[in-house]
C-alpha cells in the first residue's frame, strides 16, 4: 500500500485526492458547473481555463488538508482520459511535473475506470460484474471477470444518456444539468406522451439516445405549433422511463447472459433516483447483488481515480514522462498508453 | 458558392461510403460545414469519414463535448458541433482546431460560428427524403472538390 | 540561484537553466500539439544533465500568452506547480517580447488566425506597441511603415521568412524588467481575444 495524489480535470471539475494505505486524507473538488449552467452545457474553453486557473488552489488545499508534505508521496496518478482534451492536458501537466520534481511514479488512469472503482469505497466487488456507466459523456456496458478486467459489451450508438437528458431538459426550458429537474418533475408527472422505445425489435444489447431525444423535440415542438400547452412534468415522466427502462432492459438481458454475480452503476446519471430505484428492484429480483454508488462518487472526483491508482501502483503501472492524454481512451486500453 | 453538386444515399451504408470517399480524398485542412435537421444524418457521414481514416475510436455526436478530436487514424479527425453555441458570444477556442492543418474538419450547425469557419470551405447540405434516402447537395469555390464526388 | 525558463505558447516549446542569470543550458524545437508530451521529460533531462536539485530551484521565468491557449496553459501550469513546490519566484513575460531580439527593434509576431495576428513592437527596454491583435492587414501596413524593424516570430504564415531567435535568452533576460507575481495560483494567461 502507498501514499497516493490523484488528479481529476477530465471534464468541469478540477478535483486532486490524497490517499494512504486505502483511506482517503483528502478529496477536494472545485466544480466548475455554475459557471457553464448559462451555456446549457460544458464549455470546453472555459473548462479548460478554469482548471489551469485552479489546478494549484486545489493542490494546496489537499496537502493542507491531508496534512501531508509532496515528499511523502509515493505515487502521482492523473486521469489522462477520456474526456475533454484541453482540460486533460491541464491535469497532466501537474501530475507530471511533481512526478518529475519529486522523482516518483506517474500513474496513468481511465476515467471511467475511476467510476467503476469509486464504488469500491462502499463495498467490495464480486465477479463476474457488469458496470453500467451511465454519464453524460458515456453510456456503456463493461463486463469485469476479475480486477482491472474491462470489456466493453455494450455501448450507445450515438448520444450518451446524459446528454440526452440535457437536450430534452434544454428544449422543456430546464436548467443544465438535466438530470436533476427531470427527475424531480417525473415525480409530479405521468406517462402521458407516447415516446417509441428505442431499437424496439432489435437484437442487441446497444443503446440508442438520439432517435429518443429527437422524438422529443418533435413532439414538443408540434404541440407548441398546435397552440398546445406542454405538460412538463408529464414529458419528463414519459422520457425518463423510456430512457431509463433501456438501461434497465440492457442490463437484464446482459446480466443473465454473462451470469453475473453483481451490478455496478457508475458516472453522473446514476445519482438519478428513478434509474437507482429501478435497478433495485429488478436486480433485487434476480438476486444479483447490486451496488450504487452515493452521491459523493457519483460527480467526478479524484478519489475514484486514486482508487484505481492504488490497485495500478500494486502491480506497478507507470507511465514514462513523455506520455499524453487521449480524450478518446477506450476503458479496454486501460493499460495502453 | 459557386460549384454545387447534389449526391443521393439509399440508405446509412452509402452514406457512410460517401463519408469514407471525403477521407479518402479531401485534402489535409479541408473544412466542411454539414447542415441539416436533426436526424438527418450528419454525424452518420463523419463516421463515414472517421472508417476513411481508419480511426477505430466510436464516433458519437460531439455535442456534449461540443468538440471531439480522433488522433490515431492516418490523419486527425475534427468533430465539431456548434448546436450549444447559438447564443454564445465569447472566445470558444475553437479557432485552433478549425482547419487543422494536417487533417480534416467537419462542423455541424456551423451558423452558430460563421466568423470562424474560413472562407474557402465545403458545405454539405443533407434532406431527408425519406427514412432511409437521404439527399445531399455539396457546395463549394473550389472546383476540384466536386470531381471528388 | 537556479532560474527555470518555460515557453510552450505557438508552436515550438522552449525550456531553459540559468545559474546566478547566466543560461546555462536550453533546448527550443518546433513541436506543434506536442507540448503536453515534451515539455517534462525536455526540463527533466536539463535539470539532470546539469545536476540541479529542485531544492535549488529559486525562480521561474514563463510566458504567459498570448498565443496558443492549449501551448500558454501547458507552461503556465508547470510553472505553478514548480512554484507550489518550491516556493520559487515566478515571472511571468509576454510571449510576444519573448520573441524580440534585445537590442534591435523587434515587430514581434503570433499567428492568432482568422486573418489576425497577435503583435507586440520593443526595442530595447521601451514597448513601442503594446500587446494586442490586429488584421493581418494592418500588421503589413505596419511592418511598411517600418521598414528597420526586426520581424520576429513564426512568420511564413504573412510571407516572411521564420526566424530563430533564442527565446531562453531573451526571457532571461526580460526578467529584470518583471516584477515577480505575488499571487502565483491565481496567475492566469493574456488571452486576449475575448
Given at each position: 500500500m502507498a501514499t497516493i495524489l490523484a488528479i481529476e480535470s477530465s471534464c468541469d471539475e478540477t478535483a486532486v485526492a490524497i490517499t494512504r494505505d486505502g483511506n482517503l486524507l483528502a478529496n477536494i473538488v472545485s466544480t466548475q458547473i455554475e459557471v457553464h449552467r448559462k451555456y446549457g452545457g460544458v464549455m470546453p474553453e472555459i473548462a479548460s481555463r478554469l482548471h489551469a486557473e485552479n489546478i494549484g488552489v486545489v493542490l494546496k488545499e489537499a496537502l493542507e488538508t491531508a496534512n501531508i508534505a509532496l515528499d511523502d508521496i509515493d505515487a502521482f496518478a492523473v486521469t489522462?482520459?477520456?474526456?475533454l482534451i484541453g482540460a486533460l492536458h491541464v491535469g497532466l501537466q501537474a501530475a507530471k511535473t511533481l512526478a518529475m520534481l519529486y522523482k516518483k511514479p506517474l500513474i496513468p488512469v481511465h476515467h471511467l475506470a475511476g467510476h467503476i472503482y469509486a464504488n469500491k469505497y462502499v463495498d467490495n466487488f464480486t465477479y463476474p460484474l457488469l458496470a453500467v456507466v451511465v454519464s453524460g459523456g458515456n453510456t456503456e456496458l463493461v463486463l469485469m471477470k476479475d480486477d482491472l478486467d474491462f470489456k466493453v459489451i455494450a455501448e450507445t450508438r450515438d448520444d450518451a444518456i446524459g446528454e440526452c437528458y440535457d437536450k430534452v431538459a434544454r428544449v422543456l426550458g430546464l436548467p443544465y444539468p438535466g438530470g436533476i429537474p427531470i427527475d424531480k418533475l417525473a415525480k409530479e408527472g405521468k406517462h402521458s406522451y407516447d415516446l417509441p422505445t428505442p431499437l424496439k425489435g432489435e437484437k442487441t444489447l446497444d443503446f440508442s439516445y438520439s432517435g429518443l431525444k429527437t422524438n422529443v423535440i418533435n413532439l414538443v415542438h408540434n404541440l407548441e405549433q398546435k397552440g398546445e400547452k406542454v405538460n412538463v412534468p408529464d414529458m419528463c415522466k414519459s422520457f425518463q422511463d423510456v430512457a431509463v427502462e433501456l438501461v434497465i432492459d440492457r442490463t437484464i438481458k446482459a446480466s443473465k447472459l454473462y451470469d453475473v454475480k453483481e451490478v455496478i452503476l457508475a458516472g453522473g446519471v446514476s445519482a438519478n433516483s428513478y434509474l437507482r430505484q429501478r435497478m433495485t428492484e429488478e436486480m433485487n429480483k434476480l438476486n444479483i447483488k447490486i451496488n450504487i454508488p452515493p452521491m459523493w462518487c457519483c460527480t467526478d472526483n479524484a478519489s475514484m481515480i486514486a482508487k484505481v491508482a492504488e490497485k495500478l501502483y500494486d502491480i506497478k503501472l507507470f507511465a514514462p514522462l513523455n506520455i499524453g492524454v487521449d480524450p478518446n481512451w477506450s476503458i479496454e486500453d486501460w493499460n495502453k498508453f | 458558392m459557386a460549384f454545387s453538386k447534389m449526391i443521393i444515399t439509399n440508405n446509412t451504408e452509402e452514406t457512410l461510403e460517401l463519408g469514407k470517399k471525403l477521407a479518402l480524398s479531401l485534402p489535409s485542412g479541408s473544412v466542411v460545414t454539414l447542415n441539416g435537421e436533426l436526424g438527418a444524418g450528419k454525424t452518420t457521414l463523419v463516421r463515414g469519414v472517421a472508417r476513411g481514416l481508419n480511426i477505430n475510436e466510436v464516433v458519437q455526436?460531439?455535442?456534449?463535448?461540443i468538440m471531439k478530436i480522433y488522433l490515431k487514424g492516418n490523419r486527425p479527425l475534427i468533430h465539431i458541433d456548434?448546436?450549444?453555441?447559438?447564443d454564445v458570444n465569447s472566445d470558444i477556442g475553437l479557432d485552433e482546431y478549425i482547419g487543422y492543418e494536417t487533417g480534416l474538419t467537419f462542423i455541424e450547425w456551423s451558423q452558430y460560428i460563421s466568423q470562424l469557419i474560413p472562407k474557402n470551405h465545403i458545405n454539405i447540405d443533407i434532406k431527408c427524403l425519406d427514412f432511409e434516402k437521404r439527399e445531399l447537395i455539396v457546395s463549394t469555390n473550389n472546383e476540384e472538390i466536386l470531381r471528388l464526388f | 540561484m537556479i532560474t527555470i525558463i518555460l515557453d510552450s505558447s505557438n508552436t515550438s516549446l522552449s525550456v531553459g537553466l540559468a545559474k546566478d542569470n547566466k543560461l546555462l543550458a536550453s533546448k527550443s524545437y518546433k513541436c506543434w500539439q506536442e507540448q503536453s508530451e515534451h515539455m517534462i521529460p525536455e526540463l527533466d533531462d536539463l535539470l539532470r544533465k546539469n545536476n540541479v536539485d529542485k531544492n535549488e530551484i529559486s525562480e521561474i521565468v514563463v510566458s504567459i500568452g498570448p498565443g496558443s491557449y492549449t501551448g500558454v496553459r501547458i507552461a503556465l501550469t508547470i510553472a505553478k506547480v514548480l512554484a507550489l513546490s518550491t516556493n520559487a519566484l515566478v515571472y511571468p513575460v509576454s510571449s510576444l517580447r519573448a520573441l524580440s531580439t534585445i537590442n534591435e527593434p523587434s515587430i514581434c509576431l503570433i499567428n492568432a488566425r482568422s486573418g489576425r495576428s497577435y503583435i507586440g513592437v520593443y526595442d530595447k527596454q521601451s514597448i513601442l506597441l503594446s500587446d494586442r491583435i490586429l488584421t493581418n492587414d494592418d500588421v503589413l501596413d505596419y511592418i511598411k511603415m517600418n521598414p528597420s524593424y526586426k520581424i520576429r516570430g513564426e512568420v511564413s504564415y504573412l510571407g516572411f521568412n521564420d526566424t530563430d531567435t533564442n527565446v531562453c535568452e531573451t526571457m532571461l533576460h526580460l526578467k529584470q524588467f518583471t516584477k515577480p507575481v505575488d499571487n502565483v495560483l491565481g496567475l492566469k494567461p493574456v488571452y486576449m481575444k475575448d
Open positions: 489522462r482520459g477520456p474526456g | 455526436s460531439p455535442t456534449f463535448n456548434a448546436y450549444r453555441l447559438a | -
